[in-house]
């Protein structure tokens, strides 16, 4: 069975830093691209970013918005995936979920308030 | 960036009735094009990839077709269950975008 725990959800200042975890179980996670997709409370859904699997050289694709602040990073040996959040705004705030599309985590909270 | 409308945006409908919902691309993405479900509190649920590919474990009562710009994900007889807000999403290209949503609601 698949699973996908996020877990670094919290209360942060605005621009603060928060480092999310992805951990991963049931699929072979080392050849898996993993995405970061949030959703801000009674909004849609918005792609985060995504970080391929080591064939495809770890490559990263971000989303504009958080572009430049945010850094989406991997640990195969750990099965777990992280999202970097820095220069963090109010805006930011959001459930955070990680996802490889057919299978999502239950999402981590990120309010950036003060 | 490629723009995804979908429409409507709400949607009210009966136990045992049928429904369409359209998304369009601003421009062509092929196939690539997944509908997800996602009910209040939970994580989005993975329907359709590839445009017309049911994922695994998905009953057949819901369908996608379409190529290009325009698709639709179609319910059949619905059920109290299938009441839920539900997303295109294109992955053609980066960014990845999703649709603004379509909530179905019990009539």
């Known amino acids: 069975e698949v699973q996908l725990v996020e877990s670094g959800g919290g209360l942060v200042q605005p621009g603060g830093s928060l480092k999310l975890s992805c951990a991963a179980s049931?699929?072979?996670?080392?050849?898996?691209?993993m995405h970061w997709v949030r959703q801000a409370s009674g909004k849609g859904l918005e792609w985060v970013g995504r970080?391929?699997?080591?064939?495809?050289?770890?490559?990263?694709a971000y989303a504009a918005s958080v572009k430049g602040r945010f850094t989406i990073s991997r640990d195969d040996s750990k099965n777990t995936a992280y999202l970097q959040m820095n220069s963090l705004k109010t805006e930011d705030t959001a459930v955070y979920y990680c996802?490889?599309?057919?299978?999502w985590g239950q999402g981590a909270l990120v309010t950036v308030s003060s | 960036d490629i723009q995804m409308t979908q429409s409507p945006s709400s949607l009210s409908a009966s136990v045992g009735d049928r429904v369409t919902i359209t998304c369009r691309a601003s421009q062509g993405i092929s196939n690539y094009l997944a509908w997800f479900q996602q009910k209040p509190g939970k994580a989005p649920k993975s329907l359709i990839y590839a445009a017309s590919t049911l994922q695994s474990g998905v009953p057949s009562k819901f369908s996608g077709s379409g190529s290009g710009t325009d698709f639709t994900l179609t319910i059949s007889s619905l059920q109290p269950e299938d009441f839920a807000t539900y997303y295109c999403?294109?992955?053609?290209?980066?960014?990845?975008?999703f649709g603004q949503g379509t909530k179905l609601e019990i009539k």
């Open positions: 996802t490889i599309w057919e299978d």
């Open positions: 970080i391929s699997s080591k064939p495809n050289n770890y490559a990263t």
């Open positions: 049931g699929f072979t996670f080392s050849g898996s691209a």
């Open positions: 999403q294109q992955y053609n290209s980066y960014p990845y975008t």
